[in-house]
Each structure stands twice: as C-alpha cells, then as structure tokens.
C-alpha cells in the first residue's frame, strides 16, 4: 500500500548511569533498509492516512518497540523503524502523546509513533546516534508522501538525548539553493517536548528561546509555573548541549530540581568525566556484571584511549605550560565521544646517536612556568570539584533512581497547586501537544492571543476532566500486537511474535493512600496486577484526575 494522498561499587557506577541513562562492545548499527526472509511473507493490515500531525515519540532505556510488533512499512513495502503508539505501548510518555486522541482533536487527524533505536547503555553513543538516524528517517518518510503534515519530537531520558540531538539537527540545518532540506522543513516542526534533558544548560528555563522562557513556550499562553527561578545545576552531558536554531520558542525541556541527569551541581568534574567515561563502555555489563575480566578491559580500553589523546593533546599545545587549562580539563575534553585528535608533536628533545640534545629554550620556559602550573592543578581539580564529595555522598544512583523516591520520575508527579504550578509537566505537555494538534487540524496557527488563551483552557479541560474508567486499572505492561485504533500515516506490517527475555521482577510494592507514592523504574515492565500510584499532598485535583495514571514498579539495583 501506499501514504494516502487526503488530508490525513554503586558509586562508581552512578556517575556511568547518570551519565547515560535512558536512559565484548555492542555496536548498535542505524536502521537498514534491507528486508530479510522473515519480512518477506508480511501482511498488509491497515489503509493508510496523511495525518495533520504526527508526534515522534523516544521511549528511555528499554522502553522501545521490539520485535513482534506491527512495523510502520515504506509505500514500497521497506520495513521503518517505528511503531504506531496503538500498537506499542510505553507506560512512560503515552499519557503526553496519546493525549490529543482524547481530546476534541478530530479523528484521523492525529497519529503518534514510537521510534526504535537500540535503547541500552551496551554503547550508549551508537544507541543514541541510531534513535536520531531513526527519527530522521521516519519524520522523512512520511513527509515525502504527506508533505503538509507537522510533527512533534518527544523523548524521556535516554531518549530525551536523543530528542534534543534530533530537534537541535532538524532546528539548525541551512536549505541548499532549491530551498529544501535534509531532513525537513524546521517549519513543520511545531513542537519539541524533552523530559530530564541531560543537555540542558545551567540556569535555563523550562523553554529555551522561548519570549517567556520560564512560563511557556510560544503560542501557548498556559503558564507551566509562576515564578522564574531556574532549577539549579546542569545537565550531566554538557557537551551534548547547543541551541535549537529555528526551533528556539518551540521547546520544553522539563528537569526536576534533584535529578541528576538535568541538575548535576556545577563544580562535579570528575563526575561529568566519569560521565563521558559511561558513555563509551558497555555500561549495562558493568552494572549486571561488575567488574570481570571481560568489563575490566573494556573499561581499561576506554581510559587508556582517553590518556593517550589527553597527552596529544596537550603535546599539540607548545604554550600549554603557560596556559590556564588543566590536566583535568584536557581529560574532560578528549573523553567527549565526539572528540577529533589534532596533530601531535613531540614534547621531547630529539635523539641524535643515542645522545639527548641539550634543553632548547622553549623547554627552559617551560621549566620556569612548571611551579605555577602545579599551582594551578591543584587550584583547579578544588575549585572544579567542590559539589563532588556532597553528591557521591548522597547517594547520586538513589537520588535519581531510587524506586519511589527518585527524582527522575518526578515529571509524572510534579504538580504543585499551593506554589503555582497547577499540572505536572506530562499533564502540561499533554496539554500543549493536544493544542499543537488541534491548530494542524485546523490547517493554520494560532495567531491571537484571545484565541491562544480559548484554545489552552480547552486542552488543559480535555487533559485534566474527570474519567469514568475504573481506578484500579493500569496500563498495558508489554507491548500489544492489537491493531491501532487509528490509521497510520504509513503501512503497517504484522511480524511473527517472539518471547521476549524474562526480566527479574521484584515482588510489587503496596500502595497506599499515604504520601508514600510509587512510581515505575525505567526500562522495567510493570507488574501485572500492580495498582496505580497513589497521589502526593501537594499535587492538586486537576493533576490527580488525569486520563492516565503512572504505573507502579520497583527497580532492580545490583549489589554494590
């Protein structure tokens, strides 16, 4: 078939998996078109549709569309990388981008689809550079066929990366002499919603470039929070940072204050290095394995690779004595994956028969600068590291991860009614997208600032009235192979089911009415049977009366 041309050692290890959450070396290769045996006897399921918007959505660390789904195929039949959201369901960030289905927005006008990418910290560089290649390729495909249909990039933790490397390549790209683009136009890029952003730069707003950085992005006129008040700290990836170009105004990047992913304290070098560390090692072996002949290597590989390039560097640099740079700095620069050598020179005198030369006089004054630059080593690592010690300390793996208590579920659970903040930020995306979708029906954006106030009382309505579903019911804990309840803006295929791997699954934790609320882990299946979450204190009756409730699980955390 083809689109539809109508109009629709657990402190050592925190810092790796702050680091890279999702979020032998496994690389994880981007999506191929190449179709294999298995696909060749595929069954065509449903009609296809040009949607008025489509979100793309990034699940965390395992949270991705598997075998056994129904893959979105190509109008020749090529299997895409991706899945409708009826058929794959993430207990993550449904309740974001399912949520203008539930609203006013027409049928067959709305679509969401979840992007496969390897999604594991096996090597986390190459899982994440594969979820961008693959939400380009999607976001394309269906372009080419359904040219006038606008998209919006969601992703959560170790797809929250992948998100903002997406948006910030689709935001900053340069149209060739036909004005076209590589990807596509920024302009159908209506949306960018990223929660626990480990880019994120200190001090920065909930919106970046946006007129109102700290209140809402542009042309939505709900306010997310009063006050402008940034959340202190920086994303644990700085060198995944820069701007969206184009897209600045269009983005929500939600971080909560104590997830160390988006709020590392400033002044935590060695933990950004141990970060950038993680993210060339197979982290999910050390953290299943620990340290073993196998891990050890690995890790020895990347540290020893990381030293040889910090002593180029550095030997590149004939003034780097007098400079104010430090060892530490050079380390942290050259363990980014994305580093390029310079050329190297010799920082030695040459040999001739044998015999060292005499000191030449750039060494002498090397010499002369070497007490102050062990000053200044020592100076700096301090001064670079003062928030260290607190945070490991702390317990930065059970700040942000501990089940329950971790701050890097917040997102679903943020509310604050007494303090000016009346949904949480799922509810608040929600509400935005579902507007989003709203404005693509209608073929045109919302221009007035009286109909964008009307349209973002009618989406927080829609996300936040009351249900009559039962409450004890709680989402899908793996993914469903049912057909979506709407038409895909590509072909869908059916492929043979597999059994997935059986996961180690603590009993379920009880909840209660208390205070005491439990919230899924990441990358875990929920278990089956397990209640809703319970609501906080602080979050208000429009947060506790969503559509959709968080589902409850526990985190498997290897012995120390």
């Keep these: ?304 690779r990381i030293a040889v390039n910090a002593f180029n560097d550095i030997a590149s640099q004939p003034n780097w004595m007098q400079s104010d740079e430090t060892f530490l700095d050079v380390l942290i620069k050259v363990s980014e994956p994305g580093y390029k050598p310079g050329a190297a020179t010799t920082p030695v005198a040459a040999k001739v028969d044998g015999e060292q030369e005499p000191i030449e006089a750039g060494q002498m004054v090397d010499l002369v600068y070497l007490p102050q630059k062990i000053f200044r080593e020592i100076t700096g690592f301090i001064a670079s590291n003062q928030n260290t010690v607190p945070v490991i300390m702390n317990d930065p793996y059970g700040l942000t991860l501990g089940p329950g208590s971790g701050h890097h579920f917040d997102y679903w659970r943020d509310a604050d009614a007494a303090n000016g903040k009346p949904l949480t930020s799922v509810q608040y995306a929600a509400a935005w997208l579902t507007q989003l979708a709203e404005q693509a029906n209608k073929g045109e954006p919302v221009k007035s600032k009286e109909v964008q106030e009307k349209a973002g009382r009618a989406a927080v309505e829609a996300i936040t009235a009351p249900v009559t579903t039962s409450a004890t019911a709680t989402p899908t804990p793996t993914p469903t192979t049912t057909a979506p309840a709407t038409t895909s803006p590509v072909t869908t295929t059916a492929v043979p089911a597999t059994t997935p791997p059986a996961v180690e699954t603590p009993a379920p934790a009880t909840v209660t009415t208390t205070p005491e609320c439990t919230v899924p882990v990441e990358g875990e299946t929920p278990a089956e049977g397990a209640p809703p979450v319970c609501v906080t204190p602080t979050e208000t009756a429009a947060a506790s009366a969503t559509e959709t409730v968080v589902p409850t699980t526990t985190e498997v955390v290897p012995a120390p």
């Design 1 to 304: 078939m083809d689109f539809g041309k109508s109009k629709r050692a657990r402190v050592a290890l925190s810092a790796f998996a702050i680091g890279a959450l999702g979020a032998g070396v496994v690389v994880a290769a981007p999506w191929s078109t190449s179709t294999t045996s298995t696909e060749a006897s595929i069954e065509l399921v449903s009609t296809a549709t040009c949607y008025d918007m489509v979100s793309i959505a990034i699940g965390g660390r395992g949270d991705t569309p598997r075998e056994g789904v129904k893959w979105l195929t190509t109008p020749d039949g090529e299997r895409l990388p991706a899945a409708m959201s009826g058929d794959y369901s993430s207990d993550w960030i449904d309740q974001a981008v399912r949520a203008p289905n539930n609203g006013n927005v027409v049928p067959d006008s709305y679509a969401a689809v979840y992007v496969e990418y390897p999604a594991d910290l096996a090597s986390y560089e190459n899982a994440v550079q594969t979820g961008v290649t693959n939400s380009q390729t999607i976001m394309k495909s269906i372009s080419s066929s359904c040219p006038n249909t606008r998209f919006a990039i969601v992703g959560y933790s170790e797809g929250a990366d992948v998100a903002r490397r997406t948006a910030m390549e689709v935001g900053n790209q340069v149209a060739d002499g036909d004005g076209k683009y590589g990807i596509v136009d920024p302009s159908q890029v209506v949306g960018v919603v990223i929660f626990a952003d480990a880019g994120r730069v200190a001090g920065e707003g909930p919106f970046p470039g946006a007129e109102n950085p700290f209140s809402n992005p542009d042309g939505f006129d709900t306010k997310y929070q009063n006050g402008n008040t940034p959340i202190p700290g920086q994303g644990a990836l700085p060198g995944t940072s820069g701007g969206f170009g184009s897209l600045d105004g269009r983005v929500a990047s939600f971080c909560s204050d104590g997830d160390l992913t988006c709020a590392l304290p400033e002044n935590t070098s060695l933990i950004h290095l141990a970060a950038n560390v993680g993210r060339q090692v197979n982290a999910d072996a050390l953290q299943n394995e620990q340290l073993t002949p196998a891990t050890g290597a690995d890790l020895a590989l990347a540290l020893g």
